[in-house]
């Protein structure tokens, strides 16, 4: 979002605006009007704003030597799989909590969500082909399509920061590695090739790498390689009993979020932690005594992290501060123990 200066023209006002764009634009009076930005001539913007009971659509134009700023409005919406509906499927809701909305219907179970980078799409694990496959849809859960189209299990999509390729996991070479495909499906390529089990990719914000989990060692311990699997180096040294999973790049690159049991010597239980990118640094941010936090994935501006936890006594989607302070429980399922919401994924900033 950003603020125009009074007495700027049409072209600066609407610098990074485009057609399509919900904008927010307040006058020189101070009256503040919204809308859908539709067109600009002649130094008029033209908006489109529906009535209060969404019947009809109004047209708006105003003068830009009348405006003093115009801001662009963008959401997020965090994915998640739950169980409340019998079996595992594909929700969405508001950062908060509100607004949930069952994307998929499926009898076989559909889990492990993650968002294109244009917020259009969501690429997905589904076990209704009799195994794990990789699907995508687009983001309001039409056109649902096995793009792995494989014998063998395929899960853990992660989309590349260009939306172009998608990282996933799979057994298909007898142990499990990590494998990057185009968003169509084709060109399905193992980047670890290693006979030892690999998993849990996930892109940095600059496309150039990808952090993934590795047992390579004889635990599971976090790992970064090259876009291409070249130059795979070992991020956390942790020792035997202990496992640091699920790494998540932070969207600045600096930091990266990720689930480990090591306080209490692998005796203990999963907490959210994170550590600077190059795996210095690393810091816990729960602390729970008999339960366990996990899969961490970031708000699109970074302030934020969106977990899973087993404090209530069943699985519930947590938000927390990106320092951990401020955790709240947004799902509240705990009156039935049987629900269990998990797999949270904080989309990128889109249009409403």
């Given at each position: 979002?950003?603020?125009?200066?009074?007495?700027c023209?049409?072209?600066?006002?609407?610098?990074?605006?485009?057609r399509?764009?919900?904008?927010?634009v307040?006058?020189?009076?101070g009256?503040i009007?919204?809308?859908?930005?539709?067109s600009?001539?002649?130094?008029v913007?033209q908006?489109?704003?529906?009535?209060?009971?969404?019947?009809?659509?109004?047209?708006?134009n105003?003068?830009?030597?009348?405006?003093?700023?115009?801001?662009?409005?963008?959401?997020?919406?965090?994915?998640?799989a739950?169980?409340?509906?019998?079996?595992?499927n594909?929700?969405?809701?508001?950062?908060?909590?509100?607004?949930?909305?069952?994307?998929?219907?499926?009898?076989?179970?559909d889990?492990?969500?993650?968002?294109?980078?244009?917020?259009?799409?969501?690429a997905?694990?589904?076990?209704?082909d009799?195994?794990n496959?990789?699907?995508?849809?687009n983001?309001d859960?039409?056109?649902q399509?096995?793009?792995?189209?494989?014998?063998?299990?395929?899960?853990q999509?992660?989309?590349s920061?260009?939306?172009?390729?998608?990282?996933f996991?799979?057994?298909?070479?007898?142990?499990?590695d990590?494998?990057?495909?185009?968003?169509?499906?084709?060109?399905?390529?193992?980047?670890?090739n290693?006979?030892?089990?690999d998993?849990?990719?996930?892109?940095?914000?600059?496309?150039?790498?990808?952090?993934?989990?590795?047992?390579?060692?004889?635990?599971?311990?976090?790992?970064?390689m090259?876009?291409?699997?070249?130059?795979?180096?070992?991020?956390?040294f942790?020792g035997?009993?202990v496992h640091?999973?699920?790494?998540?790049?932070?969207p600045?690159?600096k930091?990266?979020?990720f689930t480990s049991?090591?306080?209490?010597g692998g005796?203990?239980?999963?907490?959210?932690y994170?550590?600077?990118?190059?795996?210095s640094?690393?810091?816990?941010?729960?602390?729970?005594?008999?339960?366990?936090d996990?899969?961490?994935?970031?708000?699109p501006?970074?302030k934020?992290?969106?977990?899973?936890?087993?404090?209530?006594?069943?699985?519930?989607?947590?938000?927390?501060?990106?320092?951990?302070?401020?955790?709240k429980?947004?799902?509240?399922?705990?009156?039935?123990?049987?629900?269990?919401?998990v797999n949270?994924?904080?989309?990128?900033?889109?249009?409403?």
């Open positions: 979002m950003g603020v125009r200066t009074k007495r023209s049409c072209n600066e006002l609407l610098s990074g605006i485009e399509g764009d919900t904008v927010i307040e006058t020189t009076c009256t009007k919204s809308g859908i930005f539709e600009v001539r002649s130094e913007i908006l489109m704003a529906s009535t209060e009971d969404s019947t009809t659509q109004n047209t708006m105003i003068c830009c030597h009348n405006i003093s700023s115009i801001t662009r409005v963008l959401i997020s919406k965090i994915a998640f739950s169980n409340r509906d019998g079996n595992y594909i929700y969405v809701m508001n950062p908060d909590g509100s607004n949930r909305s069952r994307l998929t219907d499926h009898p076989a179970d889990f492990q969500p993650t968002w294109s980078p244009d917020g259009q799409k969501i997905f694990t589904s076990t209704r009799s195994r496959q990789i699907y995508v849809m983001a859960g039409s056109n399509v096995n793009l792995s189209q494989n014998s063998f299990d395929d899960f999509p992660a989309w920061p260009d939306g172009q390729k998608i990282a996991t799979s057994t298909r070479e007898g142990d499990t990590i494998f990057v495909m185009d968003a169509d499906g084709s060109n399905q390529t193992n980047i670890t290693n006979n030892i089990e998993h849990d990719p996930a892109w940095s914000p600059d496309g150039k790498k990808i952090v993934f989990t590795s047992v390579r060692d004889g635990d599971s311990e976090i790992f970064v090259n876009a291409d699997g070249s130059d795979q180096t070992q991020l956390t942790t035997l009993g640091d999973t699920q790494p998540a790049w932070s600045d690159g930091k990266i979020a049991n090591r306080d209490g005796l203990g239980i999963d907490e959210v994170v550590m600077n990118s190059d795996g640094n690393p810091t816990r941010l729960t602390f729970q005594l008999s339960t366990d996990e899969e961490p994935s970031w708000s501006d970074g934020k992290i969106v977990f899973t936890s087993y404090r209530d006594g069943n699985a519930e989607i947590y938000v927390m501060d990106a320092d951990g302070s401020n955790q429980n947004i799902t509240n399922d705990q009156a039935d123990s049987a629900v269990e919401d949270p994924a904080w989309s990128p900033f889109m249009r409403p």
